[in-house]
């Protein structure tokens, strides 16, 4: 880390509980309560895939549902949240991820989905490559994942072994929405000295963005064929149809 970061991190550092990360508003909490109402209210999503529901029934998931029990999202992959995201995954900017699971925590069904009697047995961040993960150092879900952990006093165990990424893909944002599907094919893996403990439990896949649904999906495909009993998953933003 060069003295320019480092004295940035340090800067940022010292300013977490006094800036709000999107208006800038000061003295604030990271996420002032306004653009927390203004941009994070609740929205009706439906509850196999998250996106927001404009139709009694999810039409998308009339098209080609995914083999998810369950799906929750914070949020809409948009302003403010897009760039928040962004600068917390590739900026590694740690801070936000306090204020970012504290949305997830606060979004109507995940308390209960974590903590309640059919909380998952594990909760599981989506993988990134060996490659990837060497180039941008950490994974933001693992992140995401101990955090919620934490905060929700969840009993599932938290995993980052059951699922491998085999493949390096090429990141998804950087493909067309059909061919993201292709993409992510036969990347997930269970690790076989791992499918023992995973026959007829339940998985929580943990990410910070969902776009298509193909990631997921495919992480989800892996899982249930090496005996898992259902798999939901929990992300920060949805990106809208
Ligand atoms: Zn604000
Ligand atoms: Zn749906």
């Known amino acids: ?25 000061w003295p604030s909490q990271r996420l002032c309560q306004h653009c927390r109402t203004t941009f994070a209210a609740t929205k009706a999503r439906c509850p196999l895939c998250a996106l927001v529901l404009t139709t009694a029934q999810c039409l998308q998931c009339l098209r080609s549902p995914l083999p998810l029990a369950a799906c929750w999202a914070a949020v809409d992959y948009a302003y403010p949240w897009s760039e928040l995201l962004a600068r ?21 069904g995940v308390g209960p989905a974590l903590a309640d009697l059919q909380a998952p047995d594990y909760l ?11 180039e941008r150092g950490y ?34 944002s950087e493909l067309p929405r059909d061919a993201r599907q292709l993409n992510v094919r036969d990347a997930f893996w269970v690790d076989p000295l791992a499918t023992g403990q995973l026959q007829g439990r339940q998985v929580m896949l943990v990410d910070d963005i969902m776009t298509t649904g193909a990631s997921l999906a495919a992480a989800a495909t892996a899982l249930l064929e090496a005996g898992a009993r259902s798999v939901s998953a929990l992300v920060i933003a949805r990106t809208p149809p």
Not at 3 to 24: D, K
Not at 89 to 108: I, M, N
């Open 1 to 25: 880390m060069g003295l320019m970061s480092a004295g940035s991190a340090l800067y940022r550092a010292l300013q977490l509980p006094s800036q709000c990360a999107v208006c800038r508003s």
């Open 88 to 108: 917390y995954k590739f900026e590694q900017d740690t801070g936000l991820g306090e204020p970012l699971v504290d949305l997830l925590l606060h979004t109507p």
């Open 124 to 134: 599981v961040p989506l993988p990134l490559s060996a490659q990837r993960l060497a």
């Open 139 to 172: 994974n933001q879900a693992w992140e995401l994942c101990r955090r919620l952990h934490r905060r929700s006093r969840c009993r599932a165990t938290v995993s980052a072994r059951l699922l491998l990424r085999l493949r390096h893909t090429q990141a998804q």
